[in-house]
């Protein structure tokens, strides 16, 4: 059952990174822990183990299940990190934006192995659930050119990956790439909102048309 939660009035961007996890536009960064790239050598050990007793073994029926631990080991802290910080940004605010990432096509380009551990759409599935229970409610917007547009004057920036500061040399704004991204985020999310409340606002503005039945035409008994 949801139990919505009184409304605080604020308003927030996230941007999703690999070198931190997430950023806001009020400036709080949460860094990426990687837990598949921290439990990779006991994985990969795990892994070897199973490879090395014979099928049908009862301690190769050991290995997996140890196999499937470690495994389930990542599962469960990425799904921890999810939770608890969905749970922060719906307690803490009443319209979160966040970027809609097609999370395919990441995952089978060249960072498919990081992106895979950064496991955005956990996130983004928890912060849906977090979000409907609590009665907030989550915008997702266009990330493309948010890295790249300065959200204190909209000049474009041009930046490489490796650059992780914006610079803007026509206002002066110095700042965390990640950070200008998110309040370029929640700019275009609210953008979006605004302009889907107008538009419901209308709808129900319009009053139906009435349909008038010629003259010639009566009602049967039964009809009526």
């Known amino acids: 059952p949801a139990k919505h939660l009184p409304p605080t009035g604020k308003n927030v961007g996230v941007d999703l990174g690999l070198t931190s996890f ?3 536009s009020d400036g709080d960064i949460v860094p990426n822990t990687r837990p598949g790239a921290t439990a990779r050598i006991a994985i990969e050990r795990a892994q070897r183990r199973v490879s090395r007793r014979r099928r049908g073994s009862k301690r190769r029926r050991a290995a997996v299940r140890l196999l499937a ?3 389930a080991h990542v599962v469960n802290i990425r799904r921890a990190r999810s939770i608890t910080l969905a749970r922060g940004l719906v307690a803490a605010y009443d319209t979160i934006c966040v970027e809609k990432l097609n999370l395919r096509g990441l995952a089978a380009g060249m960072l498919a192995k990081p992106v895979h551990d950064a496991a955005w759409g956990d996130f983004l599935h928890w912060l849906r659930v977090k979000a409907e ?5 989550v915008v997702e917007v266009d990330p493309r050119g948010t890295s790249q547009i300065c959200s ?29 991204a998110a309040r370029n985020i929640l700019r275009a999310g609210l953008a979006l909102r605004g302009a889907a409340s107008l538009v419901k606002g209308r709808r129900r503005s319009a009053k139906p048309k009435s349909v008038r039945q010629p003259d010639h035409i009566s009602a049967a008994p039964g009809d009526l």
């Open 133 to 137: 229970s609590a009665g907030r409610v």
């Open 22 to 24: 997430i950023a806001t």
């Open 69 to 71: 631990r470690a495994h």
């Open 152 to 180: 204190a004057c909209g000049v474009v920036v041009a930046k490489t990956l490796s650059e992780r500061v914006h610079r803007c040399s026509d206002c002066g704004l110095v700042v965390d790439r990640d950070v200008n």
